[in-house]
């Protein structure tokens, strides 16, 4: 099956400092990358959709200002954390829908997540 | 009101039995279901997905859809002990349209397999 790469898979930062997340399509062209955050026994959030070459979507009550994404590329969405804080610590996920992705067969291809500390 | 709900867990079932995993949501306009498992600390993992109303059956899982009563079910059968971990019932919208992959996900339900 196709693959999602993220990187880094984990990631330890001080307050106030940004961080970059990145997600890679590795075989596929991802035409749509959804950034999803999940707290420690909760389910997944969708914070925002990301399209090729276009602003990202975000969903309510998402800080666009402070959660930057970045789809600059068919092979690559950031995900930038802005002055982190420790409310911040989560697992952040991407996923990513492709341009010859058959629809019919409803993969949607998720990345291996990175796990972000803020102290 | 949560937008997808799932039965209250954690499920714990003998190894060889049945595990029953329940979820129900609220969008009539939901058209794409999918159930995921995830391990502790690890990414969702695609087990089914379903659109139509009516069973499919890949293995020892099978889906349910009911559509009328906005509901969706993942069966387990001959349950073994690497199938314990959370279970994540999503839904989406139309598989054709533009905001296909957009997941609306439930809370999860932990399963516990013993032998």
């Known amino acids: 099956g196709a693959v999602v790469s993220q990187h880094p898979s984990w990631v330890i930062c001080k307050s106030g400092t940004s961080v970059k997340i990145e997600c890679r399509s590795l075989?596929?062209?991802?035409?749509?990358m959804f950034w999803y955050r999940q707290f420690p026994k909760q389910s997944l959030m969708l914070m925002a959709t990301?399209?090729?070459?276009?602003?990202?979507?975000?969903e309510q009550g998402v800080e666009k200002d402070k959660f930057l994404i970045n789809h600059a590329s068919l092979t690559l969405s950031t995900l930038t954390v802005t002055s982190a804080h420790p409310e911040d610590s989560s697992f952040y996920i991407c996923?990513?829908?492709?341009?010859?992705?058959?629809?019919?067969?409803?993969?949607?291809?998720f990345g291996e997540g990175s796990r972000l500390t803020v102290l | 009101q949560k937008e997808v709900e799932q039965n209250s867990g954690p499920l714990s079932v003998p190894e060889g039995a049945i595990a029953s995993l329940n979820c129900t949501y609220s969008d009539r306009g939901s058209q794409s279901f999918f159930w995921y498992r995830q391990y502790s600390g690890k990414s969702p993992e695609l087990i089914m997905f379903?659109?139509?109303?009516g069973d499919k059956e890949d293995g020892r899982f099978t889906a349910q859809l009911n559509k009328a009563s906005q509901y969706v079910s993942l069966l387990i059968r001959d349950s073994q002990p690497s199938d314990s971990a959370t279970y994540l019932c999503a839904v989406g919208a139309n598989a054709g349209g533009t905001s296909y992959g957009k997941l609306t996900f439930g809370q999860g339900t932990i399963l516990t397999v013993h032998p």
């Open positions: 075989d596929f062209q991802a035409t749509t």
């Open positions: 996923s990513a829908r492709g341009r010859g992705t058959p629809r019919q067969n409803g993969e949607l291809f």
């Open positions: 379903i659109y139509s109303n």
């Open positions: 990301s399209n090729e070459g276009s602003k990202a979507t975000y």
